[in-house]
């Protein structure tokens, strides 16, 4: 026992080293876990309460949540507006939305005694990547050295699911089948489509952004094996393309140290309550992967998880979507109301139906971005925007979308910056 915790020490220096550019490159061995654990991250604005512009006020409101005793975890992210927080080790629907309240309920708390408030949400509607500050963390100044910036342009807010795998040849074939899937993750958290004062035209504007990071995309098709994996690593190790497992910003990628496969495309949700339902459905994606042992994806082209990728972050919930397996295409919310009353019939997890009922209710009325749009369409200027979507934050749980009200007669509209 005293030597395994030895190794584990080790593991973690090495990697720590490596993700901090300080050490050799380290790809840590796989350590399997439980079949369908889960665990949530989520990247939260941290905003002005009277502006409702970004507020580099993360680093005052960590100090408070430090003091805290408490089973999830508060990070700072690579701008000092941002703040991730990651949820406990999970196992179904009913523990992700508790503690994901208590998450929440917490982050506001201690928000409000900096004078801050929070948001959910993918991409700030009008804050400039210049104005941004990088955290005085390592990693992160190592990071705006490497990407210029990109490093500040990446101040966007995501949620990842983590999906715990049993062995390490399993992580990466159930990776190369969620990745076919992933574009319906962006449809359902597609919810912000201003972008630097601007309607972007896309349902989610934050999914462009990541592609211009030089290790984006996905797994690559010819990986099958970790040790395939491996290789590929120590590849691109060789020539200082990558240090660590953090360099690879695909959109589904293994998580060695954790025993996972990380979904990594969503749009933070407008309210948290919404993660622990999407991170449900990849969990019961995965486990249903699980059970068709040695099948692989039928297509890999990349060209089509391309256009799968662009027509979800472009149209959200009322996108297409093209079936890999089959090649036709359907509309996104008939592939997911499908694969939930398929999945519903065989999960373990009580609270699934629930799940499913938040999911459905996410689609209703064309998704979060349709909602946000239809402030803009009332007279809603960006701040509007950022006041709602923090005001959604600041409830325990979303009840439905409500209409955007038009802004009464000579009432003007909070400071609108373009």
Not at 128 to 133: A, F, H, L, S, T
Not at 178 to 193: D, E, G, V, Y
Not at 411 to 417: E, M, S, W
Request: aromatic share 10%.
């Amino acid at each position: 026992m005293v030597d395994a915790t030895l190794e584990q020490e080790r593991f973690d220096a090495a990697q720590a080293l490596a993700v901090a550019g300080n050490g050799p490159a380290f790809l840590p061995p796989f350590m399997a876990s439980q079949l369908g654990t889960m665990g949530i991250e989520l990247e939260l604005m941290v905003l002005d309460r009277l502006t409702y512009d970004l507020m580099p006020a993360a680093p005052d409101i960590l100090r408070l949540l430090d003091m805290q005793s408490k089973k999830w975890v508060a990070t700072p992210e690579i701008t000092t507006s941002m703040l991730e927080v990651a949820t406990s080790i999970l196992n179904g629907y009913e523990g992700a939305a508790a503690e994901i309240e208590e998450i929440r309920a917490s982050v506001q708390r201690a928000a409000f005694q900096v004078g801050a408030a929070m948001s959910g949400g993918g991409a700030h509607p009008f804050q400039k990547w210049n104005e941004q500050r990088i955290y005085p963390k390592e990693r992160y100044r190592e990071s705006a050295k490497k990407y210029g910036y990109l490093a500040k342009m990446f101040t966007v807010f995501g949620m990842h699911v983590h999906i715990g795998i049993p062995n390490a040849d399993e992580a990466i074939r159930i990776c190369a089948w969620l990745t076919q899937r992933a574009p319906l993750f962006i449809a359902l958290s597609a919810n912000w489509p201003c972008w630097q004062g601007e309607d972007s035209g896309f349902c989610s504007a934050r999914s462009n952004v990541v592609g211009a990071f030089p290790m984006s995309g996905t797994l690559p098709s010819h990986i099958r094996t970790w040790r395939h994996f491996e290789e590929h690593f120590a590849h691109l190790a060789g020539h200082g393309i990558v240090n660590s497992i953090k360099d690879f910003y695909w959109d589904v990628r293994p998580k060695p140290e954790y025993g996972t496969i990380e979904l990594r495309v969503l749009d933070t949700p407008l309210h948290p309550a919404y993660a622990a339902a999407l991170a449900c459905y990849a969990r019961e994606l995965c486990v249903e992967v699980a059970e068709t042992e040695g099948q692989w994806p039928l297509d890999d082209s990349r060209e089509l998880y391309a256009w799968n990728r662009f027509n979800a972050a472009k149209d959200g919930v009322e996108a297409n979507w093209i079936d890999p397996s089959t090649g036709v295409a359907r509309p996104v919310r008939l592939v997911v109301l499908d694969d939930l009353e398929r999945l519903a019939r065989r999960t373990t997890d009580p609270g699934f139906s629930q799940a499913c009922q938040m999911i459905e209710e996410i689609m209703r009325g064309g998704g979060q971005a349709r909602w946000l749009r239809s402030h803009i369409d009332s007279g809603a200027g960006m701040n509007d925007l950022s006041r709602v979507a923090s005001e959604m934050f600041e409830h325990p749980l979303p009840g439905p979308m409500p209409a955007a009200a038009a802004p009464a007669a000579g009432q003007p509209i909070a400071g609108v910056r373009a």
